[in-house]
């Protein structure tokens, strides 16, 4: 005798039947467990910024003069990351491809790292809190240093050695300098200017390679300036793809990072750590001609 169709949407047993009440019991809707939350936040944050509009004046300068520019010009903080490594690298590259490459990397997370287990659940992985750290730290400090070296700290520091004094004299009788003949890793710029490159390099003419006019576009007059590649492109690619890369081999060899989600853990949290050490330097150590100095808005008051 065939069941009816009552009977076969029936559980088979109670512990199926257990099963699925446990998991509804776990279930958490939109509606109202999420909305009412992100209602509740959006009130509260809506509250402070009243209050911080009353409370506190917004910091208004002249009215803005299109035939003076200030110094510094800073981009909004949300850009001034990015305003950062224009500092360091090719305008292009810093403005566009960095941040494209970026947005994809994060976006592609969730296809990376597709195992089910702990999904969902913030540090799932017992070593996550202490890849988190190793990451943040290892993002912040490791900018740091290369920002230093880009504006000469490191010689700054070999005079104040070498002289007893920070701020000594090169006038001076007896002053010691960085010497010349390390002049060519004083910073990035002077990788480029101050190395005894090849005339050659500086003037490849890629023109007689790229033979644009064979394909039928206009022919391509460009010329390679070697130097320049190396200090604005190819120095900054290998080391923003290199020193990640290594990070995560570290933690896997050291067995810290074990699994995808431990990868993406401690590369996420190094991500975020060099996003706002680079906003921070860029508000607040960025004075006039974007010299790295101690520099605030209130600075004019």
Known sequence: MAATPQAQAQPSSAAVRGRQRRA???????????????????????????ILAVMVDSVLLDRANA?????PSKAPWYFLNLQELLLHMHPALA??????????????????????????????TPNAWLLTKIGAGVGAVGTMLLIFFDASK???IYEW???????????????????????????????RDNIAWPEWMFNVPLGDVLRTDLLGFPRVELDWNIPAFLVEQFIPVNTMIGLPLLLSFVAHRAGWAKTKRDHMVLQFSG???????????????????LVLIPYTIFAHE
Do not use: C, K
């Open 161 to 191: 050695i070498a002289n007893g004094e920070l701020n000594a004299n090169p006038d001076s009788p007896g002053f010691v300098a960085w010497p010349s003949w390390l002049s060519g890793i004083e910073n990035m710029a002077a990788i």
């Open 24 to 50: 509804r019991e776990e279930e958490l809707l939109v509606w109202p467990d999420l909305v009412f939350i992100e209602f509740i936040s959006a009130v509260l944050f809506t509250i402070l910024i009243v």
């Open 67 to 71: 035939a003076i520019t200030p110094n």
């Open 154 to 156: 490191h010689v700054q």
């Open 271 to 289: 991500f975020i750590a060099v996003y706002i050490t680079l906003t921070i330097v860029g508000t607040f150590f960025r004075g006039e001609g």
């Open 95 to 124: 403005g566009v491809v960095v941040p494209t490459v970026a947005l994809i990397a994060l976006g592609a997370i969730p296809y990376f790292d597709t195992s089910n287990e702990g999904q969902g659940e913030w540090l799932s």
